[in-house]
């Protein structure tokens, strides 16, 4: 993982004042047997008024292929550079995805929500597979997504 | 150069490329089963009706998806739990699975990655660009072998494995080049090395924020076939904001989901349409006839593997290791190679031992090394020059013609010119008539006439050597053995004898057939399989040479027959008409698939002199379907060599022998064959309009003469004998 630069990520989206605050989280996302190729992963962060303000990870090497992260890519126009430097390989069916991130506190209980878009080739697209908003109380709860996600869950 | 980059590539990468056809082959029945699997939409329906028709049957629908097989695939949400099938256009219910079949994308993967992910993917990239360099190189061999692009279809002679491949070849190779390039473009594609990522229209600012305008109301949903449908998403239920998207063979837009307005559009890209294209072209997803086509072609692949190792083995085995090589600037004499397949290598060993033994220094190396300022010592040169297809330069010998007419002035050291081919090609040997003409031309001194070797005769090859060594004034005497096939043991069991009265003894053997092991016979190997024209080896009795006769049965008939003229002084002709019934002889057999009567209905014109008649007589005892056949047979003297004389009337009664012209040349009158072929002059020109077939055996001087006579009795109809000879229609078996 790289968390220096996933701050970055996410502080030039965000630019928000007195940002030395940050702490280390775990998310960890767990896939169900579905019965197909690895799955591309999305992992990004909407406002209170649901505005795309920056990309968390991104599972999925090819960029030909994000079209099919729906959301992400309506809301990024498929800009890789969102994703640059935060990319990792997709996901098998029934695997796991953990990535730790160093991400600012006051990300937290201010109305921010944590997206989640999923593709398989050949299967259907699964846009806000996993729909959270990121608070404190709020972590190490479990939530299933809609298609292909088993549980998800983020640890700080 | 050509040939090596056929070789190292089809070698190397065998096994990559295998694989990748094979699993191609077993993909490409997919789409056409999906076609023809999949419930297609009704003429006229629009993607509105449709969609109306699926939302009816599933309220959560999320996404319609149609495939370019024309499968309509839905994905819905029924009460949190996800669903999908394969919908019937007619009703909008869904009909069958849609997950993905295990074994397509096991198959998928093994075809694009090997399961090993991009390094996979780049691995199978190169088998791809192995394949793409075969597909070329192979191409280029077949024209340089059949004379020119006109002739890509012309009729292959020469051993199996080489001709299975060329056949297979020549048909495939569109094909390969199709499916290779086309996944090199895919490559490029994944690796986001071309400009083709789908252009997605910015999400509209303004939307009208009303919902539930009916879908079977939308006016581009109306305006769409479903036959250009790719897929429409539905917005996100209860979210107002957001809108349906739909993607068509056109492009991609956003519907409003209050109002049913056209909010945002936009076209695919160029390089979208060609990719989608080459997709198509390389999956025939869309396209499932070109799919099994190519998938088709692509099976041949494994089967030009293996026949392109035999041939790869083959030529290895026929060219030995030259043991004590002198370097070319100390050895007496230059024997230089001019070798495609590698045989002429063997009898440039042969030579090369033979002068080592009568104390020369000789240096042997292919004729492309060409270079007469390194031969200090040299006093003569060698060439021993096999031609390659029609006329060309053999593969070590490129470049020597080249090389000889940049020379200022020829060398001082004598040249002997050998040509190796086959007489039934219509270039014989002609490579080797080009080199000793531009040597000619240039003032090269010549150590001996040209001569030539007919289909590596050893016989052939042992009188040159003596002309040599006469030339040379040392007793050389050349043993070459072409490696011996195995041998059988053959038992006489009857003999005719023939012209024992004038003093011309000659006869027609027949053995019993030899007892072949299960091996032979499930492979058709040695004398499991044979039919007349085909050649019998014998190795006569205190000599290593064997003799080729042509054979005058078939395995059908039950026998090996074969008819021999006893020659004055000749080693193995006067043991073979010296054998009783129970004597033996040990044979080979050497397959000659050039001079076989065929299975077509097309007339057969044979023509032969004395044993010559061996194997014509043998189609005619074969030709059970009374297909037209025209003999023409000379003979010395009627009652000498009258051979078959007996069994004549009998086939001409049965039906196997339409006509018989016969030309005794021993009498008052001499009468050639020749002479009674241009006798028959009009019924012959109008035998070969009709597509009838010459096959000629017998001595060289009759052969010559029946080419002479042939020719003028084409000429009026516009045909020559080497017109016949490129279309297959005229072929010789000469001695």
């Not at chain 1, 630019?15 to 999305?42: E, I």
Request: charged share 20%; glycine share 12%.
């Amino acid at each position: 993982m790289k968390p220096l630069l996933a701050t970055l990520a996410l502080t030039t989206a965000l630019t928000l004042p007195g940002l030395a605050m940050a702490r280390p989280v775990t998310f960890t996302t767990t896939l169900n047997n579905y019965g197909g190729d690895g799955a591309y992963l999305a992992l990004y962060v909407t406002d209170a008024s649901g505005t795309y303000v920056g990309s968390l990870w991104m599972a999925g090497g090819k960029s030909k292929y994000y079209t099919h992260l729906t959301d992400w890519h309506r809301a990024t126009g498929g800009d890789t550079g969102q994703v640059n430097g935060i990319t990792g390989a997709s996901v098998g069916a029934g695997r796991s995805l953990e990535i730790t991130l160093d991400l600012a506190d006051a990300l937290f209980d201010a109305g921010y929500t944590l997206h989640i878009d999923a593709a398989v080739e050949d299967m259907r697209d699964s846009p806000n597979e996993v729909t959270v908003p990121l608070t404190a109380s709020g972590a190490g709860a479990t939530v299933p997504g809609r298609r292909y996600i088993a549980s998800f869950k983020y640890d700080m | 150069m050509i040939r090596s980059l056929h070789r190292w590539p089809g070698l190397v990468a065998l096994a990559l490329v295998t694989i990748l056809c094979l699993s191609g082959a077993a993909l490409s029945v997919f789409p056409a089963a999906e076609r023809i699997a999949a419930p297609q939409a009704e003429a006229g329906l629009t993607v509105a009706t449709l969609a109306d028709r699926i939302e009816a049957a599933y309220p959560g629908v999320e996404q319609i998806r149609r495939s370019p097989s024309g499968r309509i695939t839905a994905y819905w949400f029924d009460e949190g739990r996800p669903g999908a099938a394969v919908i019937d256009p007619a009703t909008g219910q869904g009909v069958a699975s849609a997950d993905p079949n295990q074994f397509q994308r096991w198959l998928t993967n093994l075809h694009r990655s090997l399961f090993l992910g991009d390094g996979g993917r780049i691995a199978m990239a190169v088998g791809a660009v192995a394949m793409l360099v075969l597909s070329i190189s192979g191409a280029l061999l077949v024209v340089r072998r059949v004379g020119g692009w006109r002739h890509w279809g012309a009729p292959l002679r020469g051993p199996l494995a080489g001709r299975l491949h060329v056949e297979i070849a020549r048909i495939a190779v569109i094909g390969l080049v199709l499916s290779s390039t086309t996944a090199l473009w895919m490559t490029a594609s994944t690796f986001d090395l071309l400009p083709d990522g789908g252009a997605i229209p910015a999400m509209p600012a303004e939307v009208s924020g009303e919902t539930g305008f009916a879908l079977e109301q939308m006016a581009t949903l109306l305006q769409t076939p479903v036959t250009e449908l790719r897929e429409l998403s539905f917005p996100y239920p209860g979210d107002a904001t957001d809108v349906f998207s739909l993607k068509t063979d056109r492009g991609t837009g956003y519907l409003d989901q209050g109002t049913g307005a056209l909010l945002a559009w936009a076209d695919l890209t160029g390089w979208q349409r060609v990719s989608e294209t080459i997709y198509m072209l390389h999956t025939g997803q869309g396209a499932a006839t070109l799919g099994l086509v190519l998938g088709l072609m692509a099976l041949g692949v494994p089967a030009m593997g293996v026949t392109g190792v035999l041939i790869w083995l083959a030529g290895r085995r026929g060219r030995p290791r030259i043991r004590g090589n002198q370097p070319a600037g100390r050895a007496e004499t230059i024997l230089l190679v001019g070798s495609e397949g590698g045989s002429t290598w063997g009898f440039a060993a042969t030579l090369h031992a033979a002068l080592t033994a009568a104390g020369q220094g000789v240096h042997v190396g292919p004729m492309s090394g060409f270079a007469p300022e390194r031969y200090a010592r040299a006093e003569r040169i060698i060439l021993l020059a096999a031609t390659y297809g029609d006329g060309a330069a053999p593969a070590s010998a490129k470049g020597f013609l080249d090389r000889l007419s940049a020379l200022e002035r020829a060398p001082d050291m004598p040249l002997a010119v050998l040509g190796f081919g086959d007489r039934s090609f219509p270039a014989y040997c002609a490579f080797a008539r080009d080199v000793a003409a531009a040597a000619q031309a240039k003032g090269w001194p010549a150590l001996l006439p040209l001569d030539t070797i007919d289909r590596q005769s050893p016989q052939d090859f042992a009188r040159w050597g003596r002309a040599l060594g006469e030339a040379l004034g040392i007793s050389l005497e050349l043993s070459h053995q072409p490696v011996l096939p195995k041998t059988a043991t053959l038992t006489l069991v009857s003999r005719r004898d023939y012209g024992a009265e004038v003093q011309a003894g000659a006869a027609i053997l027949r053995f019993a057939l030899p007892r072949a092991s299960l091996w032979q016979r499930l492979t058709g190997a040695g004398f499991a399989r044979f039919s007349a024209g085909d050649l019998i080896g014998i190795v006569p009795r205190g000599s290593a040479l064997p003799r080729l006769y042509s054979l005058a049965s078939a395995r059908r008939d039950g026998f090996v027959e074969i008819v021999v003229k006893k020659h004055a002084g000749g080693l193995c002709s006067g043991q073979l008409t010296a054998l009783e019934p129970g004597d033996r002889v040990t044979a080979f057999l050497r397959r000659n698939p050039g001079f076989h009567a065929g299975g077509g209905r097309a007339p057969l014109i044979l023509i032969g002199a004395g044993t010559g008649i061996g194997p014509l007589a043998g189609f005619i005892r074969s030709n059970a379907r009374r297909r037209p056949v025209h003999l023409f047979f000379g003979m010395r003297h009627a009652d000498s060599d009258f051979f078959y004389g007996e069994e004549m009337p009998g086939w001409q009664a049965e039906g196997r022998l339409t006509r018989l012209v016969t030309a005794v040349s021993r009498g008052a009158r001499p009468h050639y064959v020749q002479d009674a072929l241009r006798g028959e002059a009009t019924e012959v020109a109008r035998l070969l309009r009709n597509g009838a077939r010459v096959m000629v055996c017998g001595g060289r001087d009759m052969a010559a003469g029946v080419a002479d006579a042939l020719a003028e009795i084409l000429a009026p109809v516009g045909l020559t004998p080497a017109v016949l000879k490129a279309e297959g229609r005229y072929v010789e078996d000469v001695y």
